[in-house]
């Protein structure tokens, strides 16, 4: 999947309440448009944003893990260690967005050139390094 199709994709299944309510706005514009009857406008939005986003929002709802430890987990090692290192105050705001950009940059970095063994060996080492770091 493209950058594009993987970025749309991501927005439809996270952000489908802000599409919804859009195709809902539009409806209840063309409504009178297309049936000549002003009330459909409020109707139409009446029904779209008060009464069926809201049970929309309710069945899609995911239920919450029983697993208390792992509710902000990412599933990456390091940034869970360094989100747990800023929670229990070892480090402050600056000091965590550096740390973070310093992960983003390397998992960038990993990301665009695979190819290059000797490059992704070394910022690999690194990102251990600094994990080890902030687990001690």
């Not at 697993?67 to 360094?82: F, Q």
């Not at 973070?100 to 940059?105: G, P, Q």
Request: negative net charge; charged residues 30%.
């Amino acid at each position: 999947m493209t950058g594009l199709a993987r970025r749309i994709a991501w927005n439809l299944r996270h952000r489908w309440r802000r599409v919804f309510a859009l195709c809902v706005v539009g409806s209840g514009v063309a409504a009178p448009i297309l049936s000549g009857l002003w009330w459909t406008l409020p109707l139409v939005w009446f029904f779209g944003l008060v009464i069926a986003l809201p049970v929309l929002h309710t069945l899609v709802k995911p239920i919450p893990d029983d697993d208390a430890g792992s509710e902000n987990a990412t599933g990456d090692p390091a940034l869970d260690a360094l989100r747990e290192r800023y929670a229990n105050g070892e480090i402050d705001e600056r000091e965590f967005e550096r740390k973070l950009d310093r992960l983003l940059e390397t998992e960038d970095a990993e990301t665009v050139d695979p190819g290059d063994g000797d490059v992704a060996d070394r910022v690999r080492e690194g990102l251990r390094r600094e994990v080890e770091r902030i687990r001690e």
